[in-house]
């Protein structure tokens, strides 16, 4: 199985704030890495596939970067709807595997 | 757009079946990937296994054993069964799709989830 690790596990951030969370892949996946986010209660919602491509009705201010191991998700301005936990997720080989998540919390 | 509801016991004795359905509306099932994913607290969220073309799956190895998922055209309808289950099942289960393409394995919708307890 392809182990997916994401960094931090756990943020504080203010609104407004440029924030940045790393999803590292313990094998090649190419661009087949998928983003998520979650509220409590909830299922996760998809945020960006394939490394960039922003999901239908997804703000502008989300984007992700990378290719081969290392991935990034970024959010430019973080607004209040933004407090969430964060999943990666790749799709090169099944099983598929998400990462641990980011927990993206209010400073 | 497409809706998806899983339904089945919230409550299973270890040893038992697990068994939940997930209905699609909005869109024929006779297309697309249909996955099957749970989220519990100890081991975050896990593929479980996926169907498509109408019948051929793909199944998480760690639960092959003791995993079927068919579908049911005609009722809009896929389901999952886990046999022998232990607490260690106990978890949120989510109904999802994906594209009709394995390289499309990111999932647009999910149902809303529901909590299977395994507990005598």
């Known amino acids: 199985d392809i182990q997916m690790t994401q960094s931090p596990s756990s943020l504080s951030a203010s609104v407004g704030d440029r924030v940045t969370i790393t999803c590292r892949a313990s094998q090649t996946i190419s661009n087949h890495l998928n983003w998520y986010q979650q509220k409590p209660g909830k299922a996760p919602n998809l945020l960006i596939y394939d490394t960039s491509n922003l999901h239908s009705g997804v703000p502008s201010r989300f984007s992700g970067s990378g290719s081969g191991t290392a991935f990034t998700l970024t959010v430019s301005s973080l607004q209040p709807d933004d407090f969430a936990t964060y999943y990666c997720q790749q799709s090169y080989s099944t099983p598929r595997t998400f990462g641990q998540g980011t927990k993206v919390e209010i400073k | 757009q497409v809706q998806l509801q899983e339904s089945g016991p919230g409550l299973v004795k270890p040893s038992e079946t697990l068994s939940l359905t997930c209905t699609v509306s909005?869109?024929?099932?006779?297309?697309?990937?249909w996955s099957w994913i749970r989220q519990s607290p100890g081991k975050g969220l896990e593929w479980i296994g996926y169907i498509y073309n109408r019948g051929s799956t793909i199944y998480n190895p760690s639960l092959k054993s003791r995993l079927t998922i068919s579908i049911d055209t005609s009722k809009n309808q896929f389901s999952l069964k886990l046999s022998s289950v232990t607490a260690a099942d106990t978890a949120v289960y989510y109904c999802a799709r994906q594209p009709d393409d394995f390289w499309s394995g990111y999932y647009i919708d999910w149902g809303q989830g529901t909590l299977v307890t395994v507990s005598s």
């Open positions: 909005g869109g024929s099932i006779s297309s697309y990937y």
